[in-house]
């Protein structure tokens, strides 16, 4: 099998949406959750699929060893992020090269950068008067949302659209493309063996 794990900060529902995808398959699985904040509700979501999680501190992930080490402990082959909110530290990017994938609630490079995460995101772009907004999957390196693009999705804003209104049509972009998206990226990395 080839480990995923998903670090997450929050609600979790892209984690519980990926998990539930790979439950399906015969070749990649969520092995853990890792998140920075011990009362986020994906550990939830993470439970009570049978996913293991875990909590670290800023200071611990920034270090990276024990991090690295419960990575490790599961197998970890690839990363994904779903909701995370801080920056990747260079430990753990050099320790999975082109192996981690984020997924940024707008079209990139638009409404991107350091703080921008969830609704600011959805709010920056009702300000902006954008009339479309969308989803961005990137590879993760040492600048916030700035990783090759792999996949953008698009959707409509109206000027009647309040933050809350975007942010469910991004969502059902996310719940529908990411798992394909990482299964693709992963696969890419982990080809089928030729028979
Ligand atoms: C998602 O919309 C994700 O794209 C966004 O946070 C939300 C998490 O929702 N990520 C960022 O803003 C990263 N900059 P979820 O916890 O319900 O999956």
Redesign the pocket.
Known sequence: MINIAIF????????E?IIRYFLKSKRIRVALILSNREDA??HKRGRALGVHSRSFRKAEFDEGKSVLDALQAYSVDFIV?????LKVSQPILEAYPDRIL????ALLPKH?GKG???DR?HRAVIDAGDTESG?TIHYVNEH??EGTILFQARCEVLSTDSADDV?RK??EL?YLHFPKVIEEAVLKVFPLPNR
């Open positions: 997450a900060s929050g609600n979790g529902s892209n984690a949406n509700y994906v992020l779903a909701g995370f909110l984020n997924i940024h609630p991107g921008m995460y969830g995101v989803i916030y949302d942010a991004v969502h996310e």
